[in-house]
């Protein structure tokens, strides 16, 4: 309408609330604590009780040494059993940025959705890895490889289903059992070690029961299988079904099962069949068809030859179904 304008202007948010996880504990939170602050929010921040020193009071003394006014960075360290249903429901954070498991996450967005607060949930993840028979077997080990075992497979984005043709099931497995024989494990410190131990024993005692009931319904331990304290061995199990406790759970840690399929068909419904999806890897050399395929797979992002631990900073990162609603801090202002 002549003579009549409209503005839109952006402003921070205010408070936001940070809750984040032990694994990766100083890249997760600063990753929101460097956009939010760019854009003139202030933070409070609660680490992992397991980590509160690398997720949140080293970044808080970082930044005071660098000037950082008082008040902007603020760090709250408590069980997330204790406090955080307090510290989401408290009327001061108008955002809560949280990455960690889905249960943990439904409850945060049923909190935070009572007090209508906006939320960013980067939640768990049952990531798939699919190899097709015209895949390049080589180049699809070595993936699977990195995208199973970096950092002990306790990444939200890690591998978790191995899900490879039957026609190049029988090669991919005994190339990828011989790489994965020649992992070293042990104590992190030595720089030869590439699997350490998990972040404590009841990750271990958890994950070894999914094994031993998955066992009981038919896989079978073709490497590994064995931990001590906290230490998991790599372990391989084949054949597994996509109802096995070992397919159907998060593993988070060093443990791959593979799933054997006969048709596209039979992947795609594999692919899809869990309440997941955050992110993806499929190897074939047809990349138009390898594509179209990929578009079905129910997850929010996916890989074309390549393994699944992908994470740009100039790319879209987030999940579909029960893998969390996630929105970069930056473009919340």
Not at 78 to 93: L, N
Not at 258 to 285: P, Q, V, Y
Not at 307 to 319: K, L
Request: with cysteine; charged share 25%.
């Amino acid at each position: 309408m002549p003579g009549k304008e409209s503005r839109v202007y952006r402003k921070p948010l205010g408070v936001i609330g940070i809750i984040r996880p032990w694994n990766f504990p100083l890249h997760l939170s600063m990753r929101s604590v460097g956009s939010a602050i760019a854009l003139g929010n202030t933070i409070v921040i609660k680490p992992a009780s397991q980590t509160p020193v690398t997720g949140a009071t080293l970044l808080a003394k970082l930044f005071e040494e660098a000037g950082l006014p008082k008040d902007v960075l603020n760090v709250v360290i408590g069980r997330g059993s204790h406090i955080g249903d307090y510290f989401v429901k408290h009327p001061t954070p108008k955002l809560i940025s949280f990455t960690g498991s889905t249960p943990v996450g439904k409850n945060i967005g049923k909190l935070a959705g009572e007090a209508l607060k906006r939320v960013s949930l980067e939640l768990g993840g049952n990531n798939v890895f699919i190899v097709m028979k015209d895949a390049g077997i080589e180049k699809a080990v070595d993936a699977a490889i990195f995208g199973k075992f970096i950092h002990q497979g306790q990444i939200c984005m890690s591998i978790n289903r191995l899900v490879i043709h039957e026609e190049v099931a029988d090669e991919f497995v005994s190339k990828f059992v011989k790489k994965a024989k020649a992992l070293k494990s042990g104590n992190p410190m030595d720089q030869e070690v590439i699997i350490g131990p998990l972040i404590n024993r009841d990750q271990v005692a958890r994950i070894q029961k999914d094994i031993e009931a998955s066992k009981k319904a038919g896989a079978k331990i073709i490497l590994g299988g064995n931990a001590k304290d906290a230490l998991l061995e790599v372990t391989v199990l084949d054949p597994v079904t996509d109802d096995m406790p070992i397919a159907e759970n998060e593993i988070f840690g060093p443990v791959a099962p593979i799933i054997r399929f006969k048709t596209e068909e039979e992947a795609l419904s594999i692919a899809n069949s869990k309440d997941f999806g955050l992110s993806g890897a499929l190897h074939t050399k047809d990349i138009e068809k390898g594509t179209a395929f990929a578009r079905s797979v129910e997850t929010g992002m996916i890989h074309i030859n390549d393994q699944t631990v992908n994470d740009e900073a100039n790319a879209p990162f987030g999940g579909e179904k029960g893998s969390g609603l996630v929105v970069l801090v930056a473009t919340l202002c």
